[in-house]
């Protein structure tokens, strides 16, 4: 019976935590969760071809406190430089592969972690692939490997153009 008393008062401690953790997270998200909004909100726009603000209403209730200046901005900014963001991929895909072979969530991420490597020079490369890698683990079916290859790749060769 004491077990039972002490698990109950443990799950009301537990609930009261998580209920105070999501009111800090509505005034100050991390660079990750706002990485999230961002891929969230550029996967839903995969399905339609709305206005960017529209995609920023529809999806703001499912965020805590709505969508963050940094998604905003993130996928604003990805949304200017979109033709050149998916040339950037394409040229990294095997040969006979191309844009509309790739899922739309593994698309989503790579277009975010692109975006962050060549336009936000306050975010490391090794961060945005890190962030890519664990959203891919999180939101596809086995391709982050696939997405940490590209953005390797690519890693390499800014890396390899800003030394000469």
């Known amino acids: 019976m004491n077990n039972e008393m002490n698990n109950e008062i443990n799950e009301i401690d537990v609930n009261d935590a998580e209920t105070s953790d999501i009111f800090e997270e509505e005034v100050n998200l991390t660079r ?36 963050c ?13 979109h033709e050149e963001i998916d040339e950037i991929i394409a040229s990294h895909l095997k040969k006979g592969w191309t844009l509309s072979r790739i899922s739309k969530p593994s698309l989503a991420i790579l277009r975010l972690a692109v975006y962050e490597m060549k336009y936000l020079d306050n975010v ?22 696939f997405v940490n290859g590209i953005l390797g790749t690519y890693s390499r060769e800014i890396s390899g153009k800003s030394e000469k």
């Open 32 to 67: 990750s969760e706002s990485r999230e909004q961002a891929f969230m909100l550029l996967f839903s726009k995969s399905f339609d071809d709305e206005p960017l603000e529209e995609t920023i209403d529809d999806n703001s209730e499912m965020f805590v406190g709505g969508v």
């Open 69 to 81: 200046a940094y998604a905003q901005a993130v996928v604003s900014g990805i949304e200017d430089k």
């Open 124 to 145: 490391p490369q090794s961060v945005s692939i890190n962030e890519a890698v664990e959203l891919a683990k999180k939101y596809t079916i086995d391709e982050s490997k």
